[in-house]
Each structure stands twice: as C-alpha cells, then as structure tokens.
C-alpha cells in the first residue's frame, strides 16, 4: 500500500459531557487541519427531528428509520468554534444544546438499532488527512482501530460549572443545581447501557481535566499525538 492509500489516522475523544472534549476536539482538528465529528450532535439531531416528529422514544423502528435517513449537514463555523448544524437546511446549532435535546439525545443513543442505524455515517467522517472523532464510544466501538485514543474526565461537580457557563454564554438560563443533577442522571444513563456503554478503551489514555486548563490538556494530547507521528 502506498503512502497515499493509507487508511486516514483517527484521534478519539471520549468522556462525559462537560469534559472538555468538544474543545479541545476542535483545537486538535484545527491544529492539525484534519476532519472534526461531533458525534454527539447526530445523537442530539436525531432526538430535536424525532420530537419534531411526535415520535416516541420507545418506538423503535419509527427512531431507527429516522436514524437511517437523517437529513443532517455540518458547516464549518469558527465563530462558534465548530460547526453549524444544518436539519434538512435549516440551521438547528442552538435548539441541539439546550440539555432538554442532550437527555433526550442520552435516551435514543441507549437503543442499539439507533446506534447501528448511525455507525455508517459517522465512520464517513474518516478521510484524508485525518479525523478528531468526538463522542462517547469513539474508541471502543465507532473508530476501534484509532493509534490515539484519549478518555477525557473531570469531577462532576467541574464539569457542571463548566455547562453552567457554557450555556450563559450561549444566552440560556440554567440552575447549577440543576445542572448537575442532570450531568449525574446522563451520566449514569450513558455508563450503565448494555450498547456502547461510556467507558475507556483498554487502550485509552485517561486524563483528567478537573484541574487542568483546556492549554495543558491540549499539550498533554499533542505529546500523544507527536508519540506517534501524528503531529
Ligand atoms: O456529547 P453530547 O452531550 O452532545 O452528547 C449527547 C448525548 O448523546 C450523550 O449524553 C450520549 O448519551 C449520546 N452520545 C452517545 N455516543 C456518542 C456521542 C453522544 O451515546 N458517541
């Protein structure tokens, strides 16, 4: 095989929402120049078009078509520091990141047919040069062959703040309190399902972000990236 066809390398970044990974995902495809997915706003997509719909989240052949059929575009934004996310042409970026559109994204992603449904389109994202793969199951399931596969966490407690912040910034008022119990229920909900539960790859570097600035998680994952010429 020559140098040309070689399969596009993956970094993955997994972890609990609020870790960082979003970040610190766009600052590596951005340094590095390669493909970014958010693979958690196909999830969130999914569940905005299924509540557009009426569609129930028990009703599993009605998400899983919808799933197969996603009518769902990116477009490159850097003032948003990622992309917009188009449904069917229309912009959807904000109506995806209240935390109402996250649970309900937590609840069709716990549906193995759901995940089957989008394995296809998020492996498409891999091409040349290269791919940051964002999500929860990046590395154990989606891109399993990755040589850099990175498990990013931070306390709960941090990760609510950070959220709490986040969304301010993005104009929505939210209680921290409320927040947190939130970032707890999702996360015990995405830990403990049987398909594709959140939890390292064996291979998986683990960092955690609670003390750290988004700069030195960046550097820490840059030494990893050079480790194995990626970078
Ligand atoms: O990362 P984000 O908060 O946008 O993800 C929303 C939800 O989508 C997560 O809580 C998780 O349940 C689900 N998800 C997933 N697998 C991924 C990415 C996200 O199950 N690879």
Redesign the pocket.
């Known amino acids: 095989m020559t140098k040309l066809e070689r399969i596009p390398p993956v970094i993955t970044i997994?972890g609990p929402?609020g870790a960082g990974?979003?970040t610190i995902s766009y600052l590596l495809a951005s340094r590095l120049k390669w493909h970014l997915l958010?693979?958690?706003?196909?999830?969130?997509v999914l569940a905005l078009a299924a509540e557009q719909q009426s569609i129930a989240n028990t009703d599993v052949s009605a998400l899983e078509r919808l799933a197969g059929g996603l009518n769902v575009s990116f477009q490159p934004d850097e003032g948003a520091l990622g992309a917009r996310v188009l449904l069917k042409g229309v912009d959807i970026s904000q109506a995806?990141r209240t935390e109402t559109c996250?649970?309900l994204?937590?609840?069709v992603?716990?549906i193995p047919r759901v995940?089957e449904a989008l394995l296809q389109r998020?492996r498409a994202f891999r091409k040349q040069p290269g791919l940051v793969a964002?999500?929860?199951?990046?590395g154990t399931v989606?891109f399993e062959d990755a040589p850099l596969k990175i498990f990013l966490t931070a306390s709960a407690e941090e990760r609510a703040k950070r959220r709490h912040n986040q969304l301010k910034d993005k104009g929505f008022d939210v209680s921290l309190r409320a927040l947190f119990d939130d970032i707890q229920k999702?996360d015990e909900?995405?830990a403990s399902?049987s398909a594709?539960p959140?939890i390292p790859a064996s291979d998986a570097i683990q960092l955690d972000s609670t003390d750290l600035s988004i700069e030195k998680v960046f550097d820490r994952v840059m030494v990893e990236a050079r480790k194995r010429a990626l970078a």
């Open positions: 997994d929402g990974k979003g958010d693979s958690g706003a196909l999830y969130r995806i996250g649970n994204a937590s609840q992603a716990a995940r998020q964002d999500g929860r199951d990046m989606v999702r909900r995405d399902r594709s959140l």
